[in-house]
């Protein structure tokens, strides 16, 4: 079946009261002004088919998928003949989860940055130093701006904590990877979580 220009509308339409108004990947509520209908681009070639629709998506989960099969489409022959995209995808997922749960985190050099201070936090803890120990001398102020030995000592001596201001709970629901079994996640299958509550904290202060 060929669908029409002028039937589309009504296409996605049905389609997505069909669905429960949910998005096909999420699974979650979708805005009716959020959704569009996913289809297979001809130019994706490792696809037995092509231009065939799929199903109605949350937008921006419908730009990630373009920007998923798009890098696809530039990968190696030699990785597309032993995997499907699904395949990678699967795979990928329970790379990302197995490594998000690893207790020993060893951070790579390019994206470590060493602790700094501000000079209005330096004033502050030179204050509190020299008002308990006005004899002593304080350690001057690093002109590189890194927090020296000198004064992360005098900083944990003073208990001069770091707090963050708590954004509030919101709750979101999104399918998880499920394995069974860590040597065969292309087996895993793919589930609907109950509802989720994701914390993020926001800011950091230092406070005494």
């Not at 308990?132 to 003073?158: D, M, Q, V």
């Not at 201001?165 to 979101?172: A, D, G, L, S, V």
Request: hydrophobic share 35%; aromatic share 8%; glycine share 2%.
């Amino acid at each position: 079946m060929i669908l029409k220009q002028k039937d589309l509308a009504t296409f996605r339409e049905e389609l997505y009261k069909k669905q429960g108004a949910k998005c096909d990947i999420l699974d979650i509520p979708l805005d009716p002004d959020k959704r569009v209908l996913d289809h297979i681009h001809s130019e994706h070639k490792y696809y037995t088919e092509t231009g065939y629709i799929r199903g109605v998506i949350h937008r921006d989960i419908n730009v990630l998928l373009g920007k998923i099969e798009n890098q696809w489409n530039r990968t190696s022959k030699d990785l597309k003949e032993k995997f499907e995209l699904d395949e990678v995808l699967i795979l990928i997922a329970h790379y990302i989860k197995k490594h998000k749960n690893k207790k020993e985190k060893i951070i790579h050099p390019r994206e470590y940055k060493e602790p700094k201070i501000m000079k209005s936090k330096y004033n502050k803890l030179k204050k509190l130093f020299l008002e308990k120990y006005p004899n002593k001398k304080f350690p001057e102020f690093p002109k590189s701006g890194k927090l020296t030995k000198p004064l992360e000592k005098i900083s944990a001596e003073k208990k001069v904590t770091a707090i963050a201001n708590i954004i509030p709970r919101i709750p979101k629901k999104f399918p998880f990877l499920e394995v069974s079994g860590d040597d065969k996640p292309l087996r895993a299958n793919i589930k609907s979580t109950p509802e989720i509550k994701y914390n993020s904290a926001a800011k950091l202060d230092v406070i005494t």
